[in-house]
């Protein structure tokens, strides 16, 4: 018989104020915090290796101070050379890529390694989300030029990644399940960068295996994105472990 992993928690982690067998949900925090409670953030996962967290921080730093560089006058040939040092230390000593995403299903799932809020992964800002007394998700970030589209914009595909990524954790805030079967957006402004961004998501209507999930990104008072997404529940099998299923979506 296949397993499922469907639980609407996060890598088990409670809710601050709660209880360790209480779900990280809407439904959860209304009972123990009450119909209204200021935004709770996503808890925080401790990482595999103490010093994982920092070293990605670092790969951080590289990314945006690397980011955007031609005609800088910034000598790169020396930095160059010792970024291949590193590289070249590191790759003989790391798992071939199957074993690393096999690896990160004995832990917190894809919690902390995803490309929007994973603190493990130097591609994510990373997006620190809060679960909201209303239903909704929200998030602020500000994004600089390694994320740039169009002059001094977000990249469109960039916004309709942390949507994504945002309306899958709507889902699971609001006790759904699901991954994304239909997806639609509208850039309604340029979206700027280096300035604060809103987020925000919520389930919109739900029935049987599907469910309608809405999202905004503001800048200031000014709507830049809104989004629409179909999530349906369904599974997929969790590498290395045979049997096993999960129908966590993206924000779980």
Excluded at 18 to 41: C, H, I, Q, W, Y
Excluded at 66 to 80: K, W, Y
Aim: proline letters at 10%; charged letters at 20%.
């Amino acid at each position: 018989m296949t397993k499922q992993s469907n639980s609407p928690g996060f890598g088990g982690v409670p809710l601050p104020k709660m209880g360790p067998n209480e779900d990280f949900s809407l439904e959860a925090a209304r009972k123990r915090l009450g119909e209204t409670f200021e935004p709770v953030p996503t808890p925080e996962l401790a990482p595999a290796d103490p010093d994982l967290d920092r070293a990605v921080a670092e790969l951080r730093r590289l990314r945006e101070a690397t980011a955007a560089l031609a005609h800088s006058d910034v000598e790169l040939g020396d930095i160059a050379d010792r970024l291949a040092e590193v590289a070249d230390l590191l790759e003989p000593r790391v798992p071939s890529p199957s074993v690393r995403l096999e690896n990160m299903w004995t832990g917190a799932g894809t919690r902390r390694s995803n490309p929007v809020a994973g603190p493990e992964n130097p591609l994510a800002p990373p997006v620190q989300f809060y679960g909201c007394d209303d239903g909704s998700v929200r998030a602020e970030v500000t994004l600089g030029p390694v994320y740039q589209g169009p002059p001094g914009c977000v990249h469109g595909g960039i916004s309709a990644l942390i949507i994504d990524h945002m309306m899958g954790f709507a889902n699971h805030w609001g006790g759904r399940f699901g991954m994304t079967a239909h997806y639609e957006i509208d850039y309604r402004s340029p979206t700027p960068l280096l300035q604060p961004l809103t987020f925000r998501a919520w389930v919109q209507e739900s029935e049987g295996r599907k469910t309608w999930t809405h999202a905004t990104i503001h800048a200031g008072d000014r709507l830049c994105v809104e989004a629409r997404g179909l999530f349906l529940e369904a599974s997929v099998p969790v590498p290395g472990q045979p049997g096993t299923e999960s129908m966590l979506g993206d924000g779980g």
